[in-house]
Structure formats: C-alpha cells, structure tokens
C-alpha cells in the first residue's frame, strides 16, 4: 500500500493549483501588512508628530522675535514697533492653535496650557509697560520691564522643554517604527524562504506527481492513438501555472517597491527635520539683520552708489528669508509663482551674483546662446536657485580652476513636444559611477560639510516646472547637466 494516495490527474493538478494560490496569497497579506505598517508609521510621524514638532519651533521663535520691541519704542517712540509687536503676537498665538489642533498628548497640552497661561500674563504686564511708557511714566515703566523679562525667561524655559518634548516623542516614534520594520522584514524573510521551500516542494511533486507520469501516459496513449483529452488537460495545467507565476513576480516586485518607499519616506522624515533645525538656526539673525538694515537706511544719508549696493543686501536678504520658506515647506510641493521668462536672463542673473565666486575659484563662465530661444513659464526665484546651485558645485569641483560652458538650445521631448533645453557643462573632475548613480538623492554629498540635498532641491524645482534634469558624468572628464523645460504655451 502506498504511504501517498494517487487520486486521478485532474485532483492532482488541482491540489498543486490550491497550494500555489495560497503561496501567492500570503505574499500578498505580507504586503498588505507592510503597507498598513508603513502608512501608519508615515501618518503618526508626519501628519501629527512633525506638525507638533514644528509648531513648537515656531512658538519658541516667534516668542524670541517679541523681544526688544518696546525698547525700541522706548528708544525712538516710533509706533512701527509695536505694529512689528502685534504682528509677532499673533504668529505666535496661530502656532499655538496648530500646536492645540496637533497635539492631543495629555502630557503635551498640559505643557501648552501652563505656556498660554504664562503668556497671557506676559503680554498683560507688556502692555501695562508700554502704557507706563506712552503715559511718561518711565521710571515705574523701567522698573515693570525688567519683572516682565523674568517672565519672558520663565516663559522661554516652558516652550524649550515643550520643545524637547515633542522632540523625544519623535525620536520614540522613529525607534518604535525601526522596531516594526525589522520584525517585519524578519517575517518577510522567513515567509519567503519559506515560500522558496514550498516551491521547491511543488516542483518535486509536480515533477514525481504530474509531469513523470504524464510523459509515461502519453507514451502509453501514443502508442494507443490516445484522444485529445488528456493533451488539454495538460494545456489548462500548463496555462494556470503561468499565470500563478506571473502573481508571484508580481507580489515580490510590489514587496520591493514597498521596502523602497519605505526608506524614502524615512529619508523625508529627516529632510522635514533638518528643514525645521535650518530655519530656526537663519530666520533670528535674519531678522536681526534687517531690523539693522532699516535702522540704516533711515538714519544714514547714503550715495548712489551706496543705495545701490544697499538695494542689493536687501535684495538678498528677501532672497534668503524665500529660501527658508521653501525649507519649512521641503515635504510640500512648492508654490511656483510662474510668469513668462526668458531662460537666458535667469542664467546671466545667476552668473553676475556668482561673479565674486567664479573669481575666487578661477573659474570662467562661457555662453553659448541663441537669440530665438522661446520663453517658458516659470518661477525666477527657483530657477535661479537652481543654476546657482549647479555652477556652485562645478566651482567646488574645479579646485584648480576651469571652465564652466552653459548651451541653450530649442529641442524636444521624447513625445514630440517642444522645450528649451538648457547644458551645464565644466572640465572638472567628474564622478565614478558609485557616486553617480547615487547623486541627485538627497543626503547624498561628497563634501566634508555638505548636506546632499542641493542638487535633489534642484530636481524637485525642474519636475515642478514640468521639465527633467539629468546628469552624465565620467571620471575625468568632467559633468554635465541636462535641464529641459516645455515652451510656454501664451506668445
């Protein structure tokens, strides 16, 4: 008697069918899972955490930025002061609200609720001390401002340990989720090499079950002028295994494109971190600089000339406090404010403010232009941006001098639209194809004191606009950029 019942091929093939399908569908739930797993992770951290996260930054900040106000007023008796005041006030008090709206944490909102009950009796006893100071009554207004700055410090503790606290909520929730990824990835691993073991099974059986004695039937039936029948059964068995194939590959591509998406997200995660470090660390000398720089253009009787160059500083400045806005807004797409342009003026924008540095590096910019070059739609702020970044890096890479050459050129896309594409050439260096292929990812950088994430902005700000950037390099022999950008549609 056999230890393994031979029931008849159609039974056979069915029971290898039902076998396979289950394989398939525990990959399936495993991927199921992973997604759930990760979406969950995705929406404590950034929906709710990270939106905490960077409510408490703004409050401690617009709370540092009330400071110095009323001594100023006290100073000049200039009411711009206290408008700049209220205007601070209320930043704050909208971050607080966010903060309420996020933070559902008992331990946090009692947190927030000592803060707004602090700061409601700060901004009381500020106000008194400016109605002592518009009353000229200086002296009691002295005396009261320097109580009321002992608040301010008691207040300032209150919002850096609210702070720290979403900080370390955050640090927890990453350390729970590396937790979950690896038990996950632990049991993927284990289902799929048990998965491999099944197959393995599978094709023994369906070689000793199905196929071996198939062949022996058909040499039997051969010889016999066997009917068809038996030939479309093994057609059917042939064309369900294909497909249950197909799901397989299908399951383990899904499964790898998760994992991927997976430590994107976490890459974002710690963007929408640094994005939050970096801003609070510009924005208060920012705005220390230009309250000076008002304070001059007031008080200083300037040359032409000197307005100039002070046009300029300002100029920057406004540039700086976008590039700090587009930070804080790294995990969101931009806002373009596009308008017709003209390529050829972004980029000679771009190499007069680099000027100084092109000199310092030895560095020549040649042009190779066209004038009928169409205009695009884009933003001037972030395109500038993006090519002050580009001619940046070659000037870094070029330690020994160089040449940098920008090509414009109309073309078109692969599907037969037209664009204006824009080449960015130097003789430095180059790359090795390890660096290459993982340049425009963010955090990826070859510079001691580099933050990767220049040239992954730039590719952002290109695809905004509707347009590619690529890049080609060899060791060597230099690197080359490639930007495309569709052709405004308005004449």
């Known amino acids: 008697m056999s230890w393994w019942p031979r029931p008849g091929i159609s039974a056979r093939i069915f029971i290898n069918l039902i076998l396979l399908l289950c394989m398939v569908f525990g990959i399936g739930l495993t991927t199921i899972w992973y997604s759930s797993q990760l979406n969950s992770m995705l929406h404590r951290l950034i929906a709710e955490d990270m939106a905490a996260f960077q409510a408490s930054r703004e409050m401690e900040t617009e709370l540092a930025n009330q400071k110095g106000f009323v001594t100023y007023y006290f100073l000049d008796h200039d009411p711009k002061w206290l408008n700049e005041l209220a205007v601070h006030r209320?930043?704050?008090?909208?971050?607080?609200?966010?903060?309420?709206?996020?933070?559902?944490?008992?331990?946090?909102?009692?947190?927030?609720?000592?803060?707004?009950?602090?700061?409601?009796?700060y901004v009381a006893d500020k106000d008194q001390v400016i109605e002592m100071y518009q009353a000229g009554q200086r002296e009691k207004g002295e005396s009261l401002h320097w109580r009321v700055r002992e608040r301010f410090f008691e207040l300032n503790v209150l919002c850096i340990r609210y702070k720290e606290a979403n900080?370390?909520?955050?640090?927890?929730?990453?350390?729970?989720?590396?937790?979950?990824?690896?038990?996950?990835?632990?049991?993927t691993v284990v289902f799929m090499s048990a998965a491999i073991v099944l197959g393995v099974l599978l094709v023994f059986f369906l070689f000793t079950q199905i196929l071996i004695p198939i062949r022996r039937l058909s040499r039997k039936t051969a010889l016999e002028n066997a009917q068809t029948a038996s030939g479309n059964e093994v057609s059917?068995?042939?064309?369900?295994?294909?497909?249950?194939?197909?799901?397989?590959?299908?399951?383990?591509?899904?499964?790898?494109?998760?994992?991927?998406?997976?430590?994107?997200?976490?890459?974002?995660?710690?963007?929408?971190?640094?994005?939050?470090?970096?801003?609070?660390?510009?924005?208060?000398?920012?705005?220390?600089?230009?309250?000076?720089?008002?304070?001059?253009?007031?008080?200083l009787e300037l040359t032409d000339f000197q307005q100039e160059d002070f046009e300029v500083v300002a100029e920057e400045m406004r540039r700086l406090d976008n590039i700090v806005r587009n930070f804080l807004e790294f995990s969101r797409p931009h806002k373009l404010k596009k308008q017709q342009i003209l390529l050829s003026r972004i980029i000679d924008m771009t190499v007069e403010l680099l000027?100084?540095?092109?000199?310092?590096?030895?560095?020549?910019?040649?042009?190779?232009?066209k004038t009928d070059i169409s205009m695009i739609d884009g933003d001037p702020e972030l395109l500038k941006e993006v090519f002050v970044n580009l001619i940046v890096n070659a000037c870094e890479a070029m330690e020994n001098g160089g040449e940098v050459v920008v090509s414009e050129e109309e073309a078109f896309f692969p599907d037969g639209r037209p664009c204006v594409r824009i080449t960015v050439a130097d003789n430095g260096p180059g790359m090795n194809e390890a660096v290459l292929c993982r340049a425009l990812e963010p955090f990826e950088t070859t510079k001691p004191s580099g933050t990767g994430l220049g040239l992954f902005i730039a590719v952002r700000i290109v695809e905004e606009h509707g347009g590619t950037l690529g890049l080609d390099s060899k060791e060597g022999e230099g690197t080359t950029f490639v930007l495309t950008f569709p052709v405004s549609r308005e004449k």
């Open 90 to 121: 209320g930043a704050f008090l909208d971050w607080y609200d966010r903060a309420v709206a996020v933070d559902k944490k008992p331990e946090h909102q009692a947190l927030l609720d000592q803060i707004i009950e602090k700061y409601q009796k």
């Open 167 to 187: 900080q370390d909520h955050i640090n927890s929730i990453r350390a729970e989720g590396q937790t979950k990824v690896d038990r996950i990835f632990t049991l």
């Open 236 to 299: 059917v068995l042939s064309n369900h295994v294909h497909g249950l194939m197909e799901n397989m590959d299908r399951a383990r591509t899904e499964l790898e494109q998760s994992q991927a998406r997976l430590m994107n997200s976490e890459k974002m995660a710690m963007v929408g971190k640094l994005a939050t470090e970096v801003a609070h660390s510009i924005r208060n000398p920012m705005t220390s600089i230009n309250m000076r720089l008002f304070s001059l253009r007031r008080n």
């Open 355 to 369: 000027s100084y540095r092109l000199e310092l590096h030895c560095v020549s910019v040649i042009r190779k232009q």
